[in-house]
């Protein structure tokens, strides 16, 4: 897609990524009068739904709730198909959103900021990118998604394969064919997951190397009736309140009974019906200690390994692909035919638990075991997450201080929104909110939201400048903390603790006290005069 490529010298804020957090700030900027320039490092608008084009690709909220809210008309004329949309859906979805709120004008495509820096004097970002544009802007606002950094597995020789290469976060446009050919892949997170049945219903051979098996539900996935359809259309407002207010930002009876607490057959029954619903909130929500107590988890748990065993004829097979660590504190997956998958002759799952990776070479991948020899590798092993694509541009805040360095022991701040000696910068669903936890779409028009009217008030106020205040940030990052403690989370290696990451410090990075709790506490934060944050002219 062409585009003209014209840089303002000076707006109001700079937006960095034009996903659906960045999409949605600049109309609401426009609607305060302010001016604001989007760089975007792709061709186009949707952010993950841009990049992650990988087979098989879906989201795993429903479309009707995976959508914005903020216009009555984009809503009841948006015409979602499937309830788990295909990416390339969501990215039509987003296409539309940009044509209908004539968003383009003000998006300079494949730009990616590098460096961003405070000058105290101006009160203003100097923000540079990698085509040495420089602008100026009274705010920057980072709306670069949780899960945008893809990254590679450490692992020697990656470069010497000789047959083809892909990852599922940058998957070619026009596609892959894979017919015919051996192919490896690394990785069984939700990309995997996604992934694995549909390549190995194309390809000769698939050999899957699983570091880590996932917990995967089915997703049930179907056309919308247009009678569903219909009565969310008529119901939208009291849809929207109710997600605004729930957990995870999808609406959920509250849970009230123990799994400890019931008898096995009872138990046994509420997870067959949430396995039954393909929904990964209500097999999550079914009790209400599944998140907080080992042994109610270690229910869950047992009931997952039955149902795989179930599906998967190989009892070895089975075991391999059972996770130890509890239910949900990994991020679940939603599948089509995942586990079935391995039924079938021409795939092999590699447990690299038992045989670990030792390198990739000219003709495939090499366990301690033996060498396997591929025609084409995916690694599906996704992302530096939730701080990655916030550390990978040199922001530099008051002083000269470095966010990257700032954050070496892990991300601080204070709701997620903000971080103490960075003035006039925001984060759109950024470490310490709940983000990752909900209904992305939910969360990211709450921030935007929040930080337009931030924006808004010290406008209202003839003030110029709002910054975090340390004491309230290290509260904030204490109660994330301390909420994190009460939960299982901690217990799992997963990208949540940035244990992915080599080297990366273990700290539990999204907010889990809920959609609902976190919004109220913004609101009054907001509404005692932006307690917490200082506010100067
Ligand atoms: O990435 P992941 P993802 N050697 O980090 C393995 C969202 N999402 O792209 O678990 C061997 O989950 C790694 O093993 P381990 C969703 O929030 C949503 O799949 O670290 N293996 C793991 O198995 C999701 O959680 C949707 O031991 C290595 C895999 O690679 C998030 O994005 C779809 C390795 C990475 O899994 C990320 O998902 C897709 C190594 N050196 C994504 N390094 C939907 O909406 C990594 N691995 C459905």
Redesign the pocket.
């Known amino acids: 897609m062409s585009h003209p490529r014209t840089v303002p010298p000076s707006v109001d804020v700079v937006i960095v990524g034009a996903g659906f957090s960045g999409m949605y700030l600049l109309h609401k900027l426009r609607e305060l009068d302010l001016t604001a320039v989007v760089f975007e490092a792709g061709a186009d608008v949707g952010g993950?739904w841009y990049w992650?084009r990988y087979p098989g690709?879906?989201?795993?909220?429903e479309s009707l709730a995976y959508s914005y809210s903020f216009s009555d008309e984009l809503e009841q004329e948006y015409e979602w198909q499937e309830r788990y949309p295909t990416q390339p859906e969501i990215l039509k979805y987003a296409r539309h959103v940009a044509d209908r709120f004539d968003l383009r004008k003000d998006i300079v495509f494949r730009t990616r900021v590098s460096a961003a820096t405070w000058d105290e004097g101006a009160k203003s970002w100097l923000v540079r990118t990698e085509h040495e544009d420089a602008v100026t802007a009274r705010f920057l606002v980072m709306a670069t998604g949780c899960?945008s950094a893809s990254?590679m597995?450490?692992?020697p020789g990656l470069d010497t394969f000789k047959g083809a290469t892909y990852h599922?976060?940058h998957w070619p446009h026009e596609g892959v064919d894979f017919s015919g050919l051996r192919v490896g892949i690394?990785?069984?997170?939700?990309?995997?997951?996604?992934s694995i049945p549909v390549i190995a219903e194309q390809a000769a051979d698939l050999t899957v190397?699983?570091?880590?098996p996932?917990y995967s539900l089915p997703a049930r996935n179907r056309r919308l009736r247009p009678d569903e359809i219909k009565t969310m259309k008529l119901n939208y407002r009291k849809f929207r309140q109710a997600q605004r207010e729930s957990g995870f930002g999808v609406p959920t009876p509250v849970p009230t009974k123990s799994a400890l607490e019931v008898s096995e057959a009872e138990r046994d029954a509420a997870f067959e019906v949430a396995w039954e619903s393909g929904s990964l909130v209500n097999l999550l929500t079914a009790y209400k200690d599944l998140a907080v107590d080992q042994a109610a988890n270690d229910t869950a748990k047992r009931w997952i390994h039955r149902k795989i065993h179930d599906i998967v004829s190989d009892p070895q097979v089975a075991d391999d692909l059972s996770p130890e660590y509890p239910v949900g504190t990994?991020?679940p997956?939603?599948d089509t035919n995942y586990y079935e998958t391995y039924n079938r002759p021409n795939v092999h799952l590699v447990n690299?638990r038992r045989t670990p990776?030792v390198e990739v070479t000219e003709k495939g991948i090499r366990t301690s075991e033996r060498e396997y020899e591929f025609d084409a590798i995916v690694?599906?092993?996704?992302?530096d997450?939730m701080t990655g694509a916030l550390t990978n541009v040199d922001i530099r805040g008051r002083d000269g201080l470095s966010l990257k360095e700032t954050w070496s022991a892990g991300p601080r701040t204070y709701l997620g929104i903000g971080t103490a000696g960075f003035p006039n910068f925001f984060m759109i669903t950024g470490p310490g909110s709940p983000s990752?936890l909900s209904n992305m779409v939910v969360s990211i028009e709450q921030h935007v939201d929040w930080v337009t009217d931030a924006i808004a008030h010290l406008r209202e106020q003839g003030l110029r400048v709002i910054e975090p205040v340390r004491e309230a940030q290290d509260a904030w990052v204490d109660h994330v903390n301390e909420i994190a403690s009460y939960t299982l989370y901690p217990k799992a290696?997963?990208?949540y603790m940035g244990?992915?990451v080599p080297g990366k410090p273990r700290v539990f990075m999204p907010y889990a006290g809920g959609v609902g709790e976190y919004r109220k506490k913004c609101d009054e934060v907001a509404a005692k005069g932006y307690e917490g944050f200082e506010l100067t002219v």
């Open positions: 993950t992650n690709a879906r989201v795993d909220v899960l990254k597995p450490e692992i599922t976060a690394i990785g069984t997170g939700s990309s995997g997951v996604q190397f699983q570091r880590t996932a990994k991020r997956c939603l690299l990776l690694y599906a092993t996704g992302f997450a990752v290696n997963s990208w244990a992915n």
